[in-house]
T-cell receptor, first 113, second 112 residues
Framework: SQTIHQWPATLVQPVGSPLSLECTVEGTSNPNLYWYRQAAGRGLQLLFYSVGIGQISSEVPQNLSASRPQDRQFILSSKKLLLSDSGFYLC????????????FGPGTRLLVL | GENVEQHPSTLSVQEGDSAVIKCTYSDSASNYFPWYKQELGKGPQLIIDIRSNVGEKKDQRIAVTLNKTAKHFSLHITETQPEDSAVYFCAARHQAGTALIFGKGTTLSVSS
């Protein structure tokens, strides 16, 4: 069966510091991968999605970037964090099958101070 | 682009009562409508979904209905239990390969 991992689970970082969040998927090949941000009490905002290695689409211009160095690895990064980057970051995956349901990881809670 | 509106934002019911959450979408070409349940501090989990060629789908106490003409779909939970308390999100997808568009969520509280 497929599983999706995210780490770290929680992170507290000072303003201006770099960021690297990692997401890996097991049990499937060539998944579509997604990064979402969820601010407190808010909905899900799509940040990036990827249909293959090195292929990244950005949905919202911002202080963040994404990379996909391997088929089942998706990384969210920032060179300098802002206070507004605080939130709950979720990675998700889907397949190219017609169903294409998205399955979410456990999330990373980021607090920028 | 697609826009999804979800109502209500909060819903409180007594254990055993039914709960209904409604969503409307703007793009008539959307063809896939999943519902997710998110418990505190966890990622959303898919609970049920429906495609545009079906009007209703049931899974035990959960059902989803779709009205393509009116462009709205609803989640129905019967015989609610305290463990149903969570945030529920609806979503719509225009076509395969594009991302889901989510509603802003409904916080459901079931009191015993």
């Amino acid at each position: 069966s497929q599983t999706i991992h995210q780490w770290p689970a929680t992170l507290v970082q000072p303003v201006g510091s770099p960021l690297s969040l990692e997401c890996t998927v097991e049990g499937t090949s060539n998944p579509n991968l997604y990064w979402y941000r969820q601010a407190a009490g808010r909905g899900l905002q799509l940040l990036f999605y990827s249909v293959g290695i090195g292929q990244i689409s950005s949905e919202v211009p911002q202080n963040l970037s994404a990379s996909r160095p391997q088929d089942r690895q998706f990384i969210l990064s920032s060179k300098k964090l802002l206070l507004s980057d605080s939130g709950f970051y979720l990675c998700a995956w889907s397949t190219d099958a017609p169903r294409e349901t998205q399955y979410f990881g456990p999330g990373t809670r980021l607090l920028v101070l | 682009g697609e826009n999804v509106e979800q109502h209500p934002s909060t819903l409180s019911v007594q254990e055993g009562d039914s709960a209904v959450i409604k969503c409307t979408y703007s793009d008539s070409a959307s063809n896939y409508f999943p519902w997710y349940k998110q418990e505190l501090g966890k990622g959303p989990q898919l609970i049920i979904d429906i495609r545009s060629n079906v009007g209703e789908k049931k899974d035990q106490r959960i059902a989803v209905t779709l009205n393509k003409t009116a462009k709205h779909f609803s989640l129905h939970i019967t015989e609610t239990q305290p463990e149903d308390s969570a945030v529920y999100f609806c979503a719509a997808r225009h076509q395969a390969g594009t991302a889901l568009i989510f509603g802003k969520g409904t916080t459901l509280s079931v009191s015993s």
